[in-house]
């Protein structure tokens, strides 16, 4: 069964850049034929679709709040999918989790099979 794990959480200041890998953590089972999304979810708020990918790598989304500053990519020979997060702000402060899927990527976080178990980022001077 698919297991992913996050990775590349932290704190940083505002402006500031972190990346964001998930993976599988069970041999045999590579990502590279999933859609990947992430999410994340601050405290007392709802989890919050931030971007996602196709298992080609050719078809993105990401939300308004992020769109410029985030960047989505896949290397599907290392079975790892990035979030590059730059010009970081203290609204992008929460729990970021990756979710798998088979089929076309979606923002419904219901559609998706598997979900790691996050990484904490953290903005704040």
């Known amino acids: 069964q698919l297991q992913l794990v996050e990775s590349g959480g932290g704190l940083v200041q505002p402006g500031g850049s972190l990346r964001l890998s998930c993976t599988s953590s069970a041999s045999g089972y590579p990502i590279s034929y999933y859609a990947i999304g992430w999410y994340r979810q601050a405290p007392g708020k709802e989890r919050e679709f931030v971007s996602s990918i196709s298992w080609s790598g050719s078809t993105t989304s990401y939300v308004d709040s992020v769109k410029g500053r985030f960047t989505i990519s896949r290397d599907n020979a290392k079975s790892t999918v990035y979030l590059q997060m730059n010009t970081l702000k203290p609204d992008d402060t929460a729990v970021y989790y990756c979710?798998?899927?088979?089929?076309?990527?979606?923002?419904?976080?219901?559609?998706?099979?598997?979900w790691g178990q996050g990484t904490q980022v953290t903005v704040s001077s």
């Open positions: 979710a798998a899927k088979s089929g076309a990527i979606v923002v419904d976080p219901q559609r998706y099979d598997y």
